[in-house]
């Protein structure tokens, strides 16, 4: 299909028609020319398409379809193949039910355990997030449909999100807020990008055109259409010009005459249009082009698909040798959860699952399993009578299982929580049970971090976060040994809100949320403050035990152009088959920079039989070692010592080797008259050229320490003194020389340096 043509063909009305949504779910069709109208549909974690009562925030029923795990428990699976594997799924899915574009990766960082919506993010690590989008992203656009990356960008609350401006420096935006975003464009090239509700620095994201132009296509390449969040758009023209594509879901015509008119005014230019028009076309044709509408897909098969990635996912935090548990014996199910599991977030991500699994049903057959409701969810009341029977039911049972974590009103699309607890009458139950029943177990259904007063009280505790749709028999293969888990968090769970790096900022004040924590999110903060947390990034339990060895650098010294393979050998040392995930983490000893201790730059999840090993290997280049340095508008490696850290997790350090890296590029430098005498003499260069100058300084500098009388003179040693001479600037010798040096004669003379130097 030859697209230039065909926009040569329309006319400015269709042009701009074909830049907004027909409908909720659909662009608009030029019957004239043969351009068809093509769907997208919402994502990340499953086909929520409707086909009539549109609407957008989940309220009316969608087509049939598979709930998968949530990005949330996705991302704990730390596994790349999977998330590709589940793209693809759906992908078929989208194939077969005619849809061109599935509205997701959602790749916002974890900010705040608060956030509404972090169930539908991956994580508080950028590449972390960067890895899981890229491989959705590819196992979806493998099947030839598109994806659409969002939120671009900073969309981190949902409180005022449709209003809020996100405040935030240069440095945290590339290293924390954008990575993932830059990771993925590069990676797997996503077909679009869905632009967020917020502004960024006092510019709504729908109309910034740094974000959506100067950065995502000049700079990282992107070669697909942008469109609005549902509902972004303020002012269409702004937007256009910024790189804001396609409007969804359209305004009844109404910004589409703006555009027209504006052209016509000769306020717009309709070069824009076109352009705009030419990304649509070129994506609605990418996906016809490669239309298999022929193409089948099981929805038992995905379910399984489903069932298997969510018991990749869970991560088990606690296990007093309590799990797993024995295969016919009595057990307790306790909490509402364990009937009904809660498997997936409220809003635009909603699916509507053709069967749900819970724990009770696939546990059926599997043990002697009693059930006791325990708590209800509508209500946060603490029901004496659920209690006691919950107890009696315990007190009966070998094991209890209490199946627990947040109702739908506690975390959804459209709002934040308002603080970090499961509902008191889950607590007080917990409680109760274990003060009654010394073997009991915690099982979660949460998309975000919970506090968990309780913890030194119970056995056993795992994470199933929101888990899709086959949670209940995800839950029980790992509750009864048949899958050894093998997630590790994705965030850190901090021991209560307050130690939250964004605790003190979060929300913000009306319209602005400042992000002033800077680059200390996650780990990154809790590092850095030596900080005791519940649970920390990266950490995840298994049945079996592994131990690390043998850690082996290619190079002890490179070059910041270098690549640097770094190896390790794993063992299972236990008597069951299982799955590691290994981290690796970067850090400079000693930096100029405020920087974090260290930043995950690898990870590889490997598969072992009792007492196999593998090798893992990683490669890193320089990226691994930078820091965005906004003077040169790059990411920059400092020359130094760096630590190659590997972790069972972000606080369970094994292994560790140091490598010093050159940076191949020098900072920009000038001397002034304000540059320190310290800063000086770390440039041997210009020591060099100023040879008798700073003889000159140390003689008069220490004179004016000393003293007149140079007998009397114990107060002040000579480490005083350079210590004293390291932050004064070069202009000290005006006020405390011999008068030799004047004013004019020093600019001239670091003049002449600057030339011959800098
Ligand atoms: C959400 C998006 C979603 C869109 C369409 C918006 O409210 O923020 O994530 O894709 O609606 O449902």
Redesign the pocket.
Known sequence: MNVKKILSEMTLEEKAGLCSGSDFWHTKAIERLGVPEVMVS??PHGLRSQDQNLD??GINDSIKAVCFPASCAMAASFDRKLIYEMGEAIGDECQHENISTI?GP?VNIKRSPLCGRNFEYFSEDPYLATEMATNHIKGVQSKNIGTSM??FLANNQEHRRMSTSSEIDERTLREIYLAAFEGAVKNAKPWTI?CSYNGINGTLASENKKYLTDILRGEWGFDGYVMS??GAVNDRIKGIEAGLDLEMPGSNGVNDSRIVRAVKEGILDEKIVDQAAERILNIIYRYIKNRQPDTKWDMEAHHELARKIEGECMVLLKNEGILPLKKGSRIAFIGEFAGIPRYQGGG?SYVNSFKIVSAMSAADGIADITYAQGYGNNEDIINEELISKACEVAKSAEVAVIFAGLPDSFES?GYDRIHMSIPNCQNELIKRIAKIQPNTVIVLHNGSPIEMPWAEDVKGILEAYLGGQAVGEACVDVLFGDVNPSGKLPETFPRKLQDSPSYLYYGGEGDKSEYREGVFVGYRYYDKKDMDVLFPFGYGLSYTTFNYSNLKLSSKEIKDTDILTVSVDVTNTGDKEGKEIVELYVGEKESNIIRPLKELRGFEKVSLKPGEMKTVTFILTKRAFSYYNTEIKDWYAESGDYQILIGKSSRDIVLNESIYVEASRKLPFKLTVNTTFGDLLERPEAVEELKSFIDLVKVSMGEQTKGKDQEKSVAISDDMNIAMLKYMPIRGILSFGDGSITYDKLTAMLDDINKKLY
């Open positions: 919402d994502g957008n925030p509205l959602a969002k939120h869905m969040d549902w635009s699309e």
